[in-house]
């Protein structure tokens, strides 16, 4: 059993004040063999906010409530309160473990931070569709629902099968980038159900051309942090939200490498 302590986060957790009758019980239930106090941790709310003042407070209060806690006779193997921003820029809040999350999948925390490169990640998910149509169209054509994007001249336009039902946050309408064509290009119009369409610029690529819409970024695609600042998010949400029906393709470095 582990007990977290609430040093400002205020969700789950046992406030300071309810510390001393939380210790008390748990070292009762271990004399009488019930449990087994294993840890002591917490968790930040602002690391990913340089020098934000609740950091050096919660570490402050996280210490003085590991020490209460050990001076009444718990012996934890760990104590922890590290989490992907703090095990990145605060060497002091490691104590015997961290928890790496997003950082563990290549991610920056926060663009505060750092970029991934910037922090010596590399992101590992990337995802990618086959463009299903592509067709002139004059200009002045409304493209999508609404017509919130109308061609300013006559242009060729790519049908790129995801949409928010896969994940593709809809607030990204307008503004999410997509590499085809070794070009980035921006969604045209709204992002519907299971679609959404890039002006193409007059280029003709094949059905079939592959679109970017995020990847480690090393390649010249756009990153899953390009997309959170096109639909208003963070990072987390964008690879967290790609739903079951787009398949998975798991690869190793050498599949990776292949051109």
């Known amino acids: 059993m ?17 510390w001393p009758d939380l210790v ?23 690391a990913d906010e340089p020098g934000h003042p609740s950091v050096a407070a919660q570490l402050t209060r996280f210490r003085e409530m590991l020490a209460y806690a050990e001076e009444r006779g718990v012996r934890p193997e760990v104590r922890h309160i590290a989490n992907s921003p703090a095990a990145l ?13 997003i950082a563990m999948y290549g991610v920056s925390p926060s663009p505060e931070l750092g970029s991934s490169a910037d922090l010596g990640l590399r992101p590992v998910m990337r995802l990618a569709a086959s463009l299903a149509l592509v067709k002139q169209v004059p200009g002045g054509h409304g493209v999508s629902y609404g017509h919130h994007y109308t061609t300013p001249g006559v242009t060729t336009l790519g049908l790129v099968p995801l949409g928010y039902a896969d994940g593709v946050p809809r607030h990204a309408s307008g503004t999410g980038p997509v590499l085809i064509g070794g070009k980035w290009r921006t969604v045209a119009g709204r992002i519907a159900m299971d679609q959404f369409v890039v002006d193409l610029g007059g280029d ?8 970017v819409l995020f990847g480690p970024g090393d390649r010249g695609e756009p990153t899953a942090e390009d997309w959170a600042q096109a ?12 739903g079951s029906r787009v398949p998975r393709v ?3 470095e050498a599949d990776e490498t292949r051109p």
């Not at 582990?2 to 309810?18: H, V």
């Not at 820029?89 to 999350?101: A, K, S, V």
């Not at 003709?204 to 679109?211: I, V």
């Open 2 to 18: 582990q007990l977290k302590a609430d040093t400002g986060l205020g969700r789950n957790g046992c406030q300071p004040a309810d």
């Open 89 to 101: 820029t605060l060497p002091e809040t490691h104590f015997d473990l961290i928890r790496p999350g």
């Open 204 to 211: 003709e690529p094949g059905p079939g051309e592959e679109a």
């Open 250 to 252: 798991y690869v190793d």
């Open 24 to 46: 008390a019980e748990a070292l009762r239930a271990e004399r009488d063999g019930l449990v087994r106090i294993t840890g002591l941790w917490s968790h930040f709310a602002c």
């Open 231 to 242: 639909a208003g998010t963070i990072a987390y949400e964008i690879v967290t939200r790609i």
